[in-house]
């Protein structure tokens, strides 16, 4: 079923402050990058429980994210910019019927940090506990799950794939068995998602083109065996060709390295499916 969602820009500027939500619902979500945050003292809305991200990288470019709830925004947000140094970016979730209490935010950070922690596509040391499940009535939580799942398409609408969970069930399954590794995985408009299990390369190339940065990823992300590393979650590239070069540690062209189980190449898979779809 579609959906309609509508941005406002606050401040004119693509690349500004927004408020998004999705028609006939009461989720609204406002985007603010740091150097817009002035703003929060124009909106008295943001003075009301919230469900927030901070947004952006640490020191060796990873993604990184702090999940946070309040019951005033505004003054919270204050001491983060004091004390919190990575973010660059704050997505604010807020009811527009001003109707949820401290302890509805609280369970929609819980679900939150559960999810994100599941798919694994950003680094959440800053939250440092895990939080327990707050005393909601049964139709309360209810209520606040169909909020979150509002949150989690909000979220993915405004490029942030934190909450992004891939559903391998009846996906097309691709391989790469190059350099003797056994890596499987999708192909999505997320991207390339190489899958939980795969077996990477343990040595690269002499002409491999970003040694570091794999090194760094592959702490974060395997463990290792005898003769691989093996990956601990599901991991999702941009492209094909950067999955496959992070699984080899070769330079590849991930659409032809990535294969079904007839051999067929990705290029030739969706070749396909694009000329079909135009007949």
């Known amino acids: 079923m ?7 820009l606050i401040d004119g500027n693509p690349k500004g402050s927004q408020s998004i939500f999705i028609s006939n ?25 919230a469900f927030y991200i901070l947004l952006g990288e640490d020191n060796e470019a990873e993604q990184k994210a702090y999940l946070g709830e309040t019951e005033n925004f505004v003054e919270r947000i204050k001491n983060h910019d004091y ?11 807020i009811s527009k019927d001003g109707a949820m209490t401290k302890a509805d935010v609280q369970y929609l950070e819980f679900l939150a940090i559960k999810t994100a922690k ?22 309360q939580k209810d209520t606040m799950s169909e ?30 068995n190059r350099r003797k ?16 299990g795969s ?29 691989f590393y093996i990956l601990k979650q599901d991991k999702t590239f941009n492209s094909p060709s950067t999955a496959a070069s992070f699984c080899t540690g070769a330079n590849e062209n991930g659409w032809t390295a990535w294969k079904d189980d007839k051999k067929n190449t990705l290029d030739s898979v969706y070749r396909n499916q694009l000329n079909e779809t135009i007949r």
């Open 2 to 8: 579609g959906k309609t969602i509508t941005t406002y």
């Open 25 to 49: 619902k009461i989720c609204t979500a406002l985007v603010i990058p740091r150097a817009n945050l002035a703003l929060i003292n124009k909106r008295d809305e943001l003075k009301s429980p």
């Open 83 to 93: 004390k919190k140094t990575f973010w660059q970016r704050a997505i604010v979730f």
């Open 118 to 139: 599941e798919t694994g596509q950003f680094n959440l040391e800053e939250n440092k506990q895990n939080p327990k499940e707050p005393n909601l009535p049964e139709h």
């Open 147 to 176: 909020f979150f799942e509002d949150v989690r398409i909000l979220t993915s609408f405004t490029g942030c794939s934190i909450f992004d969970l891939i559903e391998v069930k009846n996906q097309h399954i691709f391989y790469c």
């Open 181 to 196: 590794i056994e890596a499987q995985g999708i192909y999505t408009e997320n991207g390339f998602t190489v899958l939980k």
């Open 199 to 227: 077996k990477l390369a343990i040595d690269v190339v002499n002409s491999f083109d970003w040694k570091e940065k794999r090194a760094r990823e592959i702490v974060l992300s395997t463990e290792q065996s005898e003769r």
